[in-house]
């Protein structure tokens, strides 16, 4: 059975540092794996999204990595800023052809951004 | 972009009562999922649906029940309320990874209804 591993669970840290987020899964064969961000009372907003066939993929000051076959992920934030603070989930998908998709999240990181 | 739609966006409730949640996915998507989210936990998946069809079943309970009508729009009953069901109800809509389009399989989420019982 899948099972999606985020650490740290919170995380507090000055802005300005450059940070990075732990994703873990037991089963490496994924479809996917996305990052998502939310903030308190709202909805997830995608971030990222790699393919299993991908390393990495990067939005802005977003970097996020893939390494299947260890069953990691990684959300490096450069240059944090107040309004990252947020939290952070991952999603792996293990759909496949002739198979209906399923997603697990893993519990998130509660990031806080210090002025 | 259009994205998905959730109604209501908030809904008190008295125990023992119904309640309705409405999804309407992002346009030629054809997959469903609903998740509840309580207060600082992480989404847990309720049930999904791939072209109008029941695909996959998590923790819903028995006094919950959920379709997808032809127009894909997804529709989330609950009945029986009880006050631990307050909590965000939050639909997401992708292109299942079986669609013959090809896809990333991106999943995209509603803001959430968020259901209060009293």
């Known amino acids: 059975k899948q099972e999606v591993t985020q650490i740290p669970a919170a995380l507090s840290v000055p802005e300005g540092e450059n940070l990075v987020l732990n994703c873990s899964f037991t089963d490496s064969a994924i479809y996917n794996l996305q990052w998502f961000r939310q903030d308190p009372g709202k909805g997830l907003t995608s971030l990222l999204l790699?393919?299993?066939?991908?390393r990495e993929q990067t939005s802005g000051r977003l970097n996020a990595s893939l390494d299947k076959s260890s069953g990691r992920s990684t959300l490096y934030i450069a240059a944090s800023q107040p309004g990252d603070s947020a939290t952070y989930l991952c999603a792996v998908n293990q759909g496949e052809m002739n198979r209906d998709d399923k997603i697990i999240f893993g519990k998130g990181t509660r990031l806080h951004i210090l002025p | 972009a259009a994205g998905v739609i959730q109604s209501p966006r908030h809904l008190i409730k008295e125990k023992r009562e119904t309640a309705t949640l409405k999804c309407y996915p992002i346009?030629?998507?054809?997959?469903v999922y609903w998740y509840q989210q309580g207060p600082g936990q992480d989404p847990q998946f309720l049930i999904s649906?791939?072209?109008?069809?029941?695909?996959d079943k998590g923790s819903i309970p028995d006094r919950f029940s959920a379709q997808q009508f032809s127009d894909y729009h997804s529709e989330l009953n609950m009945s029986s309320l009880e006050l631990g069901d307050s909590a965000l109800y939050f639909c997401?809509?992708?292109?299942?990874?079986?669609?013959?389009?090809?896809?990333?399989?991106?999943?995209?989420f509603g803001e959430g209804s968020r259901l209060t019982v009293l």
């Open positions: 649906f791939y072209e109008k069809m029941q695909s």
């Open positions: 997401a809509s992708s292109l299942s990874v079986a669609s013959l389009y090809a896809n990333t399989g991106e999943l995209f």
């Open positions: 790699i393919q299993s066939s991908q």
């Open positions: 346009p030629r998507h054809d997959t």
